[in-house]
DNA sequence: ATACAATTATTGTATATACAAATGTATAGG
DNA sequence: CCTATACATTTGTATATACAATAATTGTAT
């Protein structure tokens, strides 16, 4: 990613500055790629989180705020970007009996189906994307993203 | 950014799908800090970014495709965009002369007096948000970036 | 000149998202 | 036991965005 000729600008862009908008064109590009291959399965990088998180949890279903606190991008509705996951029939969702005011989504045998096509998928991406990088430097990067 | 106990993940992730999931998170709280910082001013970033390109053209005024192709972060509708800005005064939009199809974009004093004030603000939060680095670090990450 | 394709921006429409208010449920204090 | 408060989610609504269709203008080939 070459700042400079992406966003046409000839003039010195200060240091910090450069930085920000270096490490937003990254995302904004690694987000655009994986929307594309998401695309074909029609799921948003919002509902493939949701689903792997969902996964994640073994069997044991998981309430709104759980799946709020655990998302990559945080969404200010969670309730309905489940139901469109419902409605392709990828999650379920029943009223915990515990405490009726929480709910208790899981996922569906359907659902993760179609997430270990979606593995393959995003695994090949992800490495795609990253294909210039060693293991060293892939490292280096983690290091240095953590200070933020 | 702590990765593993912002998405409250016990397994170990792969050093690729860390990697992104890194970057996602460190962009999406650059993200909320920048959004906070302009609310009182009741600007987006994408706002915020469209004056800054029009302030680059030093009087020569743009057109749409010139903005949207630099943009950091692109629109599917700039018009729109642009109407938000005529609206609040900071921009004008007249019909290119030469070639009735373009438009010509361009900032007014009181968009760049807007700009002003949040040059300052922006800058601030930049250097915030950028604290725990070394000029060396920045460096360093900036040239990580590069490889994607 | 005329027809056709290419360019540039706008508009329509469906979907997504942000934010606040409302709903239903649980808990704690008098 | 009643009421107030906190909690978890849902719903309403305004705004934002994506995507496709349309409009207007220009360039080009015949």
Not at 8 to 22: A, C, S, V
Not at 93 to 119: A, F, M, W, Y
Not at 122 to 129: A, G, K, P, V
């Amino acid at each position: 990613m070459n700042v400079e000729e992406r966003i046409k600008t000839e003039g010195e862009i200060p240091l910090e500055r450069r930085t920000i908008i270096h490490l937003m064109l990254v995302t904004n590009s690694i987000n655009d790629k994986m929307s594309l291959a998401l695309k074909p399965f029609d799921i948003s990088i919002q509902q493939f989180n949701v689903l792997r998180i969902l996964r994640g949890q073994k069997g044991k279903p998981a309430n709104l705020s759980t799946l709020n606190e655990r998302m990559v991008t945080k969404m200010s509705n969670t309730t309905r970007l489940v139901d469109k996951l419902i409605l392709k029939e990828f999650v379920e969702r029943h009223i915990c009996p515990s405490n009726r005011r929480k709910v208790e989504i899981s996922i569906t045998d359907k659902g993760l189906e179609q997430l270990r096509k979606l593995d393959v998928l995003i695994t090949e991406t992800e490495s795609r994307l990253l294909n210039e990088f060693t293991v060293d430097e892939l490292k280096q990067l983690n290091t240095l993203l953590h200070k933020f």
